[in-house]
């Protein structure tokens, strides 16, 4: 199929505004008679509040307003909003504190300095309780209790099976079982969590905030001031960041609404980025328990998987990476029988949530690493025992999923190519290999939303020109951009007659925004159909006006009405929406469209699929690993945008790489002792290898023009990779991540002795 | 509260403020004068979102305060652009897609200013270990690396002032 415009190279349309100054993020809103706000956050990871005297703060000059938890409705909220029992997090809490870091009180004043130094006159007395940090103490009958009435502190639980396990096992030649731990990570978003809340006498609230999903703030929020969801605009024009730690209520957000709500002033609340280390959530550690039983000939029989995942004080979205760390476990192979049981484990730490991958990291990091001492162990080719078991094109994923299109096949075999082509390495130098597939936005309605998922409105100006309404949020993936592509595709446009309308509540459909791989498909589909509706009632004037035979088909292609048979014959765009809206009594024409997943199975419509490469070196002396090459063969369906599918690719490295080797919150007694840049180590541009994107085009029927995802799933290969590559340049595996320089000296002297 | 009188020169404009003197540059330029394009990403000089050049040297903003920089010249983001007409390295940038959210951005270009103005023909190495002290989280730097490379090569010659 031609596109005009799809798969063509296409600029972010935000592109100025980002290299020159102009795009405005919520740290730079000033609105008039603005206050600033400060949160002060608990010293201790579990204590019961007994009284909170804030008088001296007060009569500090230029305080304007302290608030507590009692000058809230103390409404227990959480993004499970159909799970009353996950709805489990205060945000200025009642009663007690759960973790180092939560919100106790927050104070509003002229400046920030002066809320910094109300902070200190804040009296809080406390009655320090026992605490518990990890998840396989705090499942002990003796372990200190998180939350009232939770039974071993057991959050949620999530079973997937399918297959006899038994018999599978039975049938298998070779059984081998593992124990890993994956860390945590910090989202790390440039811009910290921020928000200027905004209440009027009109009884109406306005929020800047950074924010992966504006609706999903505009209904949390309206649930815990006690509002209309409609008296509540949230608005997130641009956004610093994302990685699936900004789609919950957050400190900044809760904080400044309660304290505006007070004292009818705007009130700005910006993280420090200390504050968005210890209180903004982060990737969920996982303990992981693999069971894995193949034929002496590498056929995939069985696995059983028990993972225990650190939820930390509150569920937030720990409970939907918890479902997702088990389906992507058994990524992206085919197993006669699986068997997966999650537990999700409260401790008095800092909660865990959703990161971009959603628990896919986490889960293929230990399936990858196993995989490949299986094949060295039965003497099979590591590229052959995953080809043999990999998905196919119309696969049923039993009881779970339908597999549509799928390019695993032929991104192995072109990374086959490729690692061959690098003939023998140096010394101390690996190739490590790892499959994966992601979801293109989830199929699940926790949240209870009784709107579609994705929903958009396509307006044709007098002029020709397109407004494109759309609840879909731009956090830096490019979603504006992509959705401006599928719209002028759509339509016959080009992508400068559009103008994209995100980010505000009080103007665009709702949309549960950009967490899960989501927008290109759901919304994509959404803006597709609505481009399509406002095309036809342009082709009725057109058809009316040129009245062709009524066998022949009218089409738009770049800003030309034409018969399809003879494009020559045809209108020109601009003349014909002139006409048009005369026709329509002066209205403009508008296109509505919405998606909502329908028989798709459990998971998702669709599925990504790729397969990573990633060359290492590794000093035997110290331990220090160095990427040098990556190279992806990767399956988004029919790419957009390939600049964008490019940037999200190369990204996803760099973050998943750093969760490989470099990125940890080590913590002591709920501590997190590295929270700032200097101690938190990132990759910095000379620590990048050089990377190689490989396009394996399938067609998905469910998506716009054919597409899939192309965001989260790419950081699921790489830390899996590095483990791997290890294994391939020296022999030894690391199963507790980040593979830190010390770990692979202790995996050396480990070698070493069995030797 | 002691005040001190800063002269201040910013992309080409003169200012005099009274400020604290221990106000630091960055707050000068994104409160006191309101040039919200430069950014702040951490507290401890650390992630490179508040790059300017002051005098032809790159400097993170919050490194310094705005008093030891009195009487001398300060270029931001918002310096680049002439009248509409963008900076050779602005537009690679945008040919490149080395931007995702956008916040480490105007830090990376006065880096990459920095850089091209010292270095005019760098290699990928010295662009690398150039943007060592900025941090950027969507765009795994290789297409900032690119972009700089690119103007290096002469690739944008011709939108040069």
């Known amino acids: 199929m031609k596109y005009n415009i799809i798969n063509t190279h296409t600029h972010n349309i935000d592109g100025v505004a980002k290299v020159t100054g102009r795009a405005t993020y919520t740290v730079d809103v000033t609105l008039p008679g603005m206050l600033y706000g400060k949160i002060l956050r608990s010293p201790h990871p579990h204590a019961k509040i007994i009284n909170i005297d804030a008088s001296k703060a007060l009569a500090l000059s230029g305080v304007k307003g302290v608030v507590t938890g009692k000058d809230t409705l103390g409404v227990k909220q959480g993004i499970w909003r159909r799970y009353s029992e996950l709805c489990d997090e205060q945000i200025l809490p009642l009663e007690k504190v759960r ?131 409609s008296d509540v605009r949230v608005i997130a024009h641009y956004v610093g960041g994302g990685f699936g730690g900004k789609f919950e209520l957050d400190g900044a957000q809760f904080c400044a609404s309660v304290l505006s709500m007070k004292l009818f002033r705007p009130v700005k609340i910006v993280f420090t980025r200390e504050e968005d280390f210890i209180a903004s959530k982060r990737r969920t550690p996982m303990y992981y328990y693999v069971r894995t039983g193949v034929k002496k000939d590498g056929t995939f029989m069985a696995r059983e998987a028990r993972v225990f995942t650190e939820g930390g004080a509150y569920t937030s979205m720990g409970a939907t990476a918890l479902y997702l760390t088990g389906f992507f476990h058994s990524f992206p192979y085919k197993w006669q029988a699986y068997r997966y049981d999650g537990y999700r484990v409260y401790t008095n730490t800092l909660p865990s949530t959703s990161m971009r991958g959603f628990g896919a990291p986490q889960a293929q990091f230990c399936s990858e690493t196993q995989i490949d001492i299986i094949a060295k162990e039965l003497g099979i080719d590591r590229f052959e025992i995953r080809r043999m078991n990999g998905h196919t094109t119309n696969y049923e994923v039993p009881g779970q999923a339908t597999i549509a299109s799928c390019g695993l096949e032929q991104c192995i075999n072109k990374i086959e190519d490729w690692v061959k082509s690098r003939g023998k390495l140096p010394a101390n130098r690996g190739i490590g290999i790892s499959c994966y597939g992601f979801m293109s936005g989830g199929i699940f309605n926790w949240f209870d939303t009784p709107y579609s998922f994705s929903s958009a409105v396509v307006t044709i100006n007098c002029d020709g020109k397109v407004d494109l309404h759309v609840g879909c949020q731009e956090i ?203 101690d938190y180590k990132l990759i910095r541009a000379p620590e990048m290898p050089e990377t190689e994107v490989i396009e394996i085009e399938t067609y998905e029927p469910e998506g716009p023009f054919g597409a899939k995802e192309a965001g989260e799933g790419l950081t699921n290969p790489t830390a899996a990779a590095l483990s791997t590559a290890l294994y391939e340049a020296l022999g030894i595996t690391v199963k507790q991540l980040p593979i830190t320089p010390e770990k692979v000296l202790g995996a050396l002297r480990e070698k070493a002795k069995e030797a | 509260m002691e005040r001190h009188l800063l002269r201040i020169t910013v992309n080409g404009q003169e200012h005099e403020l009274y400020i604290n003197p221990k106000t630091l540059l960055v707050e000068v330029i994104r409160d006191h004068l309101g040039l919200t394009g430069t950014k702040r990403g951490c507290e401890t000089v650390s992630c490179g979102a508040c790059t300017m050049i002051v005098e032809g040297m790159s400097v993170k903003g919050c490194s310094v305060l705005a008093m030891q920089v009195d009487g001398l010249k300060v270029t931001t ?85």
Request: proline residues 4%; contains cysteine.
């Open chain 1, 476 to 678: 830096g993936q490019g979603s504006n951009t992509t959705m401006a592509m599928i719209c002028a595709e759509e339509l016959g446009v080009r992508v400068e007659d559009i103008r994209v309308h995100s980010g505000d509540t009080a103007e665009c459909p709702p949309d549960l925004g950009a967490w899960g791989s989501r927008q290109t498909l759901m919304a994509g589909n959404a803006t597709k159909m609505a481009a399509a509706d406002a095309k036809r009632q342009l082709l009725e004037f057109a058809t009316a006006k040129m009245s062709p035979n009524i066998v022949y088909d009218l089409d738009i292609k770049d800003r030309w009405i034409h018969l399809v048979a003879r494009p020559e014959r045809g209108i020109d765009y601009f003349e014909l929406v002139k006409e048009a809206l005369r026709g329509k009594e002066g209205q403009r024409i508008m296109g509505r469209g919405y998606y909502t997943p329908h028989r798709k199975g459990m998971i998702s419509p669709a599925y990504s699929y790729g397969v990573q490469a990633l060359e290492i070196d590794v000093d035997p002396e110290t331990g220090k690993i160095s990427l040098l090459n990556c190279v992806t063969a990767h399956d988004c369906g029919q790419p957009v945008n390939p600049l964008g599918v490019h940037g999200q690719l190369e990204g996803a490295i760099s973050m998943a790489a750093g969760y490989g080797f470099l990125e940890d919150l080590p913590m002591e007694d709920g501590k997190i002792l590295n929270p700032n840049l200097v």
């Open chain 1, 99 to 229: 973790y180092i870091g939560e919100p106790v009180a927050a104070v509003a004043a002229i400046s920030e300095e002066i809320a910094e130094a109300a902070l200190d006159l804040i009296e809080v007395e406390y009655e320090v309780l026992p605490a518990v940090y990890d998840a396989m103490e705090a499942i002990k009958k003796e372990a200190p209790v998180v939350h009232e009435g939770v039974e071993r502190n057991i959050n949620v639980t999530r079973h997937i099976e399918w297959g006899d396990l038994e018999e599978a096992f039975e049938q298998s030649d070779y059984i081998r079982e593992d124990w890993f731990k994956c860390s945590g990570q910090a989202h790390m978003c440039m811009e910290t969590r921020s928000a200027v809340a905004s209440y009027t006498p009109e009884k109406k609230l306005t929020v800047w905030t950074s924010t992966q999903s504006p609706y999903y703030m505009q209904a949390l929020l309206a649930g815990v001031l006690g509002m209309k969801e």
């Open chain 2, 77 to 161: 983001v918002e310096g680049l652009e002439d009248h509409g007409k963008l900076h050779p390295i602005q537009k690679a940038f945008i040919d490149h897609g080395s931007y995702q959210c956008g916040f480490c951005t105007s830090g990376m270009l006065m880096s990459s200013k920095a850089l091209l103005d010292e270095n005019p023909k760098a290699t990928i190495k010295e662009i690398r270990e150039g943007l060592d002290g900025n941090l950027c989280r969507c765009t795994g730097y290789n297409s900032i690396v690119r972009a700089v490379d690119a103007v290096c090569k002469g690739q944008y010659r011709e939108d040069e002032a």
